[in-house]
């Protein structure tokens, strides 16, 4: 490992020398204020330098987050912050909280980054009335914020298209016009991937070469949004998206059988209606939600009387809330909101057609008298109806925040109580499906420590935080008779703890700016659910003990040039830490560049990225393979 | 920066662990006096192993096939027999049968069970003559010749067909329609060994399974049920006329032959009791009540040790244990192996 870093270091240095001809624009200087909402977040300058085809590519980038990446382009994705699970992570899209009624995780590898302005991690927005009562309850918020939301132009407008290895297509537009009461915003991507990527796996000591077979993915984008100002401190928002993808699914490479024949198709709607009233001391938002969403399973393998497998699901999810915000005094907010939420999910497999209706409350209060504090109450109250029962439960989400500032160091603390329902697929899955699943219980204690520091043409950012997570009434599958009936169980523990740390610095270096952007997590998450059980005390499957990046990049007049450093490290494909489950520790190197040319205020930009210099075959999933180096070209022009 | 750079190295030494690994005992160039057994794994995991133990050490080794053939098993290992001088292993989610040296273990040959793109997915495995029989989950047994090892033919049967016996001279095979659920087959399908025709298919109960054949040549078949409200059962054949002569009402779980009588598990239980196949009478014995396992995943008699081996998966996900214990049901000793062990061969 060290000698990748010392290579970096050195490739990057050796560029930078070569470059250092063009004049200084500007200095860019990290943040000097703290956010006391969002812990970590995304700029769409870094974003855009990374080149990334999705938002599970960027997500790397965070410290305390693990990506689940099932393979590479079109694989599934889910971010798991702290080894909460991934399904206590709500992915929050231009202030809607994304569905995940069926599956319980938002596949991040079916959102663009192209459009996207800025992606944080927030832990605790008690007074922010843009999120979501429902984000705003989970164990922590991915809050994503496109060009629709962020864009102050009176015209602007992105046409692209990007080409890459193993059959990589995509062409995308972004166009936006603002009148006077009136903002409408337009954008749409289509994807084509061929993705027979040849990779290497070991069987035993023997080495396999071999091209990945069933991975095509095409897909599509859109959408399409509006915003009124009807009368002053007056904003009426409409948001449609939607997104239709056919994926070939490769699967886990199985040793002797590359034949899997399975496919995923689904439609996705996403419709948002939203009013904002924003007074002196009054903020008031009502907002409506609905999501359709369509998805479809065939297995043309799969060996039942038909000769092959097609499940269908239809999952539908609407809700609204009302949030006010009070400005108390000029140190002091709060806020009050409601939510109801109702999913519905219709399949064949499912042993009964469910639906569940979800109310979500919460109490917050923000005031900077001494720091700033951030505490919350929340209460979510659900009833699923199923046949003829009906389950209600109630439960009760404290959460605090408390971040105190002097000169360059700021410190705080902070405890948080989540829930994750069970998804309908772990309620009602025919056969494995439990319908009296208990929600997760999420629990995190962190403390935070933040340090700037300023020297000449130099600026440092050092965000140190060690956490606590435990778990209850995890929901994990197992198998009950045999190890083909499974069932789904209230049964794990798990118990985790660790630290993040994220360094940023910026410099002035010869006539351009030199940045580095180093994250780290140490997280030892155990599981603690049987004390009599092999596995107790064992680190959970898939949880590295240390995992993280380092980004070099340099800017000079018209030029970039990153370098990128990514380390997981060695981790168990299950939850027995025995060498039999150990998955090797890896590393990949990414580098690109790009150059900008500006005339009359349009800009043309050309980014190049090799990913995976250094071509190591790896997976995060054990058998779910990634691909070895590859080249990515993207080409924008900005209106 | 010189603060940052003190809490990053702190991390690090603090991230550190110092990891020991147990030493692996050695596999024998030549198989005698140990046990080999295989673990099934866990399905896309390509963890299916065999172990050897050795009965001079005691130790055991659960790379024995890595470590003799450079390469893995493959994914979900489904049956293990011997026949002759050769080992063959059904490995399912691979679709491959491995046909090893039985005196060394080293692989003779590895056989693709595909149709085409389809895999076949073979699940068990019976011998009659120079032929083995091997049920392929995509409706057929696969017959093989023992001397070449090629598939001469497939026999068409029922469903998703699981467990396959001999018996008077004809094969018969527990079509279990799985992958049909909840529509699953009930059926056992009966092939004259001398035409290698199927010639009648006998219904049973939903879901059928595991099946033996006893010393007088009676067929037990266990149907697994809907895993709910239908339970598991055992259902008797009798061979000469092909009928099923008897529906048992006792609880059942699984099952293996115990000199003249079956050794039965009850579901959710690790308590193993006797049927007596003479007498056939519903009254179970207790035989083994204080058994040192967390799950049972299967029994195995064998009448070259005369011992009795029970498979320990534990929780399915962790490695499992061979538990042995004597011909009256006692306790003896536990040997730790791979991933869900469920069948073994015994070497004198």
């Excluded at chain 1, 830490?577 to 040319?597: C, K, V």
């Excluded at chain 2, 579901?267 to 040192?292: M, Y």
Aim: net charge positive; aromatic share 12%; glycine share 8%.
């Amino acid at each position: 490992m060290l000698k990748t870093i010392l290579f970096l270091g050195a490739f990057t240095l050796t560029f930078i020398s070569f470059s250092q001809y063009k004049e200084i624009e500007e200095v860019i200087l990290i943040g000097k204020s703290v956010d006391s909402t969002r812990i970590y977040r995304l700029d769409e300058k870094r974003i855009l330098a990374k080149n990334a085809c999705d938002v599970g590519d960027l997500m790397r980038l965070f410290p305390g987050v693990q990506v689940t990446s099932y393979g590479g382009i079109g694989g599934l994705k889910t971010a798991n912050f702290r080894s909460l699970g991934a399904g206590q992570t709500s992915v929050v899209f231009d202030y809607q909280a994304q569905s995940t009624t069926q599956s319980g995780a938002t596949d991040l590898g079916l959102i663009p980054a192209d459009f996207i302005s800025e992606i944080a991690v927030i832990q605790q927005a008690s007074t922010d009335i843009l999120l979501p009562i429902k984000s705003k309850l989970s164990g922590t918020i991915l809050a994503i914020q496109t060009k629709h939301q962020a864009a102050t132009y009176k015209k602007n407008g992105l046409v692209g298209m990007q080409t890459g290895s193993f059959g990589l297509i995509e062409g995308f537009a972004f166009g936006q016009k603002r009148w006077e009461k009136l903002k409408i915003s337009i954008s749409g991507k289509s994807r084509f991937y061929n993705g027979a990527f040849p990779f290497t796996y070991n069987n035993g000591a023997t080495q396999v070469h071999t091209t990945r077979k069933n991975n095509q993915v095409i897909d599509h984008y859109g959408m399409f949004s509006c915003s009124y100002t009807p009368a002053k401190n007056h904003l009426l928002s409409l948001g449609i998206s939607g997104n239709s993808y056919d994926k070939q699914l490769p699967g886990a490479i199985i040793f002797y059988n590359e034949h899997a024949k399975q496919y995923l198709s689904g439609n996705e709607l996403d419709f948002q209606l939203r009013h904002l009233y924003t007074g002196k001391k009054i903020q008031l938002k009502s907002q409506l939600n609905h999501q359709i969403n369509q998805l479809t399973y065939t297995d043309s393998n799969y060996l039942n009387a038909a000769g092959f497998l097609k499940n269908e699901f239809h999952a539908q999810q609407t809700d609204g809330e009302l949030q006010l915000k009070l400005t108390l005094t000029n140190k002091t907010s709060c806020l009050i909101g409601s939510s109801v939420r109702n999913e519905k999910l219709v399949a064949a497999t499912l042993s009964l057609l469910p639906n569940r209706t979800v109310s979500e409350s919460m109490l917050g209060i923000t005031t900077n008298y001494f720091g700033v504090l951030n505490g919350q109450v929340g209460l979510l109250a659900y009833t699923a109806n199923f046949s003829d029962k009906t389950a209600a439960k109630t439960y009760i989400l404290p959460s605090v925040d408390w971040l105190i500032k002097r000169k360059q160091i700021a410190f705080g603390v902070a405890f948080r109580q989540s829930l994750r329902l069970p998804t309908f697929s772990e309620l009602y899955y025919q056969q494995i499906g439990n319908n009296q699943l208990l929600p997760e219980k999420g629990s995190q204690f962190s403390l935070r420590m933040l340090h700037t520091y300023q020297r000449k043409r130099m600026i440092f950012q050092t965000i140190i935080q060690p956490f606590f997570a435990h778990v209850t009434n995890k929901i994990n599958a197992i198998p009950s008779k045999n190890l083909f009936i499974w069932s789904i169980q209230n049964i794990g523990k798990t118990r985790a703890f660790g630290t993040e740390f994220s360094e940023q610095m910026n410099s002035r270096l010869g006539k351009g700016i030199i940045g580095m952007a180093v994250n780290y997590t140490f997280q030892y998450c155990v599981d603690i659910t049987d004390p009599a059980s092999p596995t107790y005390n064992n680190l959970i499957s898939y949880s590295p003990l240390h995992s993280g990046g380092i980004e070099l990049n340099y800017n000079w007049n018209s030029w970039r040039v990153f370098s990128q450093f990514n380390y997981q490290g060695k981790r168990y494909a299950l939850n027995e830490s025995i060498p039999a489950n150990e998955l090797a520790a890896f590393n990949t190197i990414d580098i690109g560049g790009s150059y900008r040319f500006e005339k009359n205020n349009r800009s043309f930009n050309i980014r190049m990225t090799v990913n995976n210099l250094t071509n190591k075959f790896n997976s995060y999933i054990n058998f779910f393979v990634l691909p070895g180096i590859n080249i990515n070209m993207k080409l924008n022009y900005e209106i | 920066m010189k603060f940052s750079i003190l809490i990053l190295c702190l991390l690090l030494i603090v991230g550190c662990k110092k990891e020991t690994t147990k030493p692996t005992a050695e596999i024998p160039t030549w198989l005698k006096s140990g046990l080999l057994v295989l673990n099934e794994g866990m399905f896309q995991f390509n963890n299916a192993k065999l172990s050897w133990m050795n009965n001079a050490d005691q130790s055991v080794n659960n790379d024995f096939f890595e470590q003799k053939n450079n390469r893995s098993l493959g994914d979900t290992g489904n049956d293990l027999k011997r026949y002759g001088g050769k080992i063959y292993v059904a490995v399912s989610t691979s679709s491959t049968i491995e046909i090893l040296n039985a005196t060394n273990g080293n692989s003779i040959k590895q056989i693709s069970m595909m149709n085409g793109s389809t895999p076949k997915q073979p699940r068990s495995i019976a011998f009659y003559g120079s032929s083995a029989f091997v049920t392929c989950y995509d409706g057929f047994v696969d017959v093989f010749d023992t001397t070449n090892l090629t598939i001469t033919m497939r026999i068409p049967v029922g469903q998703n067909p699981e467990d396959l016996v001999v018996s008077n001279n004809k094969l018969y095979v527990s079509n279990s329609g799985g992958l049909n659920f909840p529509n699953v087959d009930s059926t056992v399908s009966v092939i004259n060994l001398n035409t290698l025709q199927e010639i009648k298919r006998i219904t049973v109960g939903p879901n059928p399974g595991a099946i033996v054949c006893d010393a007088e040549g009676d067929i037990y078949v266990i149907s697994r049920g809907n895993y709910a409200a239908i339970p598991a059962q055992l259902h008797r054949i009798e061979t000469f006329s092909d009928t099923k002569t008897h529906d048992f009402t006792f609880a059942i779980q699984s099952m293996a032959i115990f000199q003249d009588k079956l050794l039965i598990s009850e579901p959710n239980s690790i308590v193993i009791k006797t049927f007596n196949t003479l007498t056939e009478s519903n009254n179970l014995i207790n035989f083994i009540t204080n058994a040192p396992i967390t799950t049972l995943y299967g029994m195995y008699f064998s009448s070259i040790t005369n011992k009795v081996y029970c498979f320990d998966a534990v929780n399915y996900s962790s490695t499992g244990y061979v538990v042995q214990f004597s011909v009256s049901g006692n306790y003896e000793k536990k040997y730790h192996v791979g991933l869900n062990p469920s069948k073994l061969i015994v070497y004198e």
